[in-house]
């Protein structure tokens, strides 16, 4: 949205990411109307900082809350499919999540038409505009996302660019635009949930992965093929994917037409590819035929971590990021 100040809110949830979501709502002057579902979230006196006390409300969701809303900003905790919730959205008021509203606050200050950056496309020429925009690299999976996002925060900030990890890793993404103002990154390194990413339609990252696919949250989704396409959604305008050739669901979300960066814990198939060669003198980190690294340098241990740098290092390639 291009302008708040006529649009009136309501955010459910009072955790981290809902008061993330009251705290720049309120900037943006949005007016708002706060409601969480338990009696006393430890959330509420923050809000009240930023709400009228008379829109604000807990207890049981009701379609009283809903009443002349012109936009539902949702936590990832509150479910879609509750009850009240489809039946406002239903009635056609939209919903977004805080990675949504981080997506449309970028697309709006960063406006280009230039492509995404890929791992054949130098930045050269690209026009300056481009070059100011922030890079934005998503990482999502079962198990890893924090690890993989700490490390390419690492990498980014090792390379020489200014890179904030945040999302479901803490802090929260909208907190970290209010608190850098005009200074945003160069480098956004975003862990996502499947709950954050059921409202998100407009990131287009620059690059993202799903690193793997377990059983998780059944009790939120009613089986692992709706799990995983809500995973899926992190692909949406995605530059470059990184996909685990290890991982059969992660490899199936390959989208026609999509530059595309395996990783895994076996050779690399092509020379774009990441993945491990078992040498005499240990396990090495491979991009192609190049050995990058030998596994005992990584700071941390097992072949889950190797996957995981692997990940990392395809993701940063994918961005230009030297490998050196």
């Known amino acids: 949205m291009k ?19 009251v705290r720049w709502l309120s900037a943006q002057g949005a007016r ?23 829109q604000i409300f807990c207890g049981p969701l009701s379609d009283a809350l809903f009443e002349g809303i012109d936009l539902i900003a949702i936590s990832p905790g509150v479910p879609l499919r509750d009850p009240v919730v489809a ?28 492509p995404p950056l890929s791992p054949t496309l130098s930045r050269e020429g690209r026009g300056s505009e481009r ?12 198990n890893g996302k924090t690890t993989v996002t700490s490390m390419v925060e690492h990498l980014c900030k090792a390379a020489g660019k200014d890179a904030v990890a945040a999302g479901n890793i803490s802090p929260a993404v909208l907190d970290v635009v209010l608190a850098r103002g005009a200074n945003q990154p160069e480098v956004w390194a975003l862990e996502l949930s499947s709950f954050q990413l059921e409202t998100t339609s407009n990131l287009n990252a620059d690059a993202a992965t799903v690193l793997n696919i377990s059983e998780d949250h059944l009790d939120r989704y009613a089986d692992m093929d709706e799990y995983s396409a809500a995973k899926a959604r992190i692909f949406t305008g995605c530059g470059v994917q990184v996909l685990n050739r290890d991982d059969g ?16 814990l076996n050779l690399p ?52 990021l030297p490998m050196a």
Do not use: Y
């Open 131 to 142: 070059e100011r925009q922030p890079l934005i690299l998503a990482i999502t999976g079962a």
């Open 32 to 54: 708002l109307r706060v409601a969480d579902s338990r009696i006393a979230p430890p959330g509420l006196s923050e809000a009240a900082r930023h709400v009228a006390a008379e």
């Open 3 to 21: 302008s708040w100040s006529d649009k009136f809110v309501l955010v459910l949830g009072l955790g981290e990411t809902g008061l993330s979501m």
């Open 269 to 320: 198939g092509s020379a774009d590819d990441f993945g491990i060669e078992a040498a005499r003198d240990g396990i090495w980190l491979m991009q192609g035929q190049q050995r990058l690294l030998k596994a005992d340098e990584l700071q941390v241990a097992g072949l889950h971590n190797v996957a995981n740098a692997l990940a990392a290092l395809a993701l940063c390639r994918a961005i230009d």
């Open 249 to 264: 669901r992660s490899m199936g979300m390959a989208r026609a037409g999509s530059k595309i960066i395996s990783f895994g």
């Open 87 to 114: 039946k406002a959205v239903a009635r056609g008021i939209p919903v977004a999540g805080d990675i949504e509203l981080f997506a449309q606050h970028v697309r709006a200050h960063h406006l280009s038409t230039n």
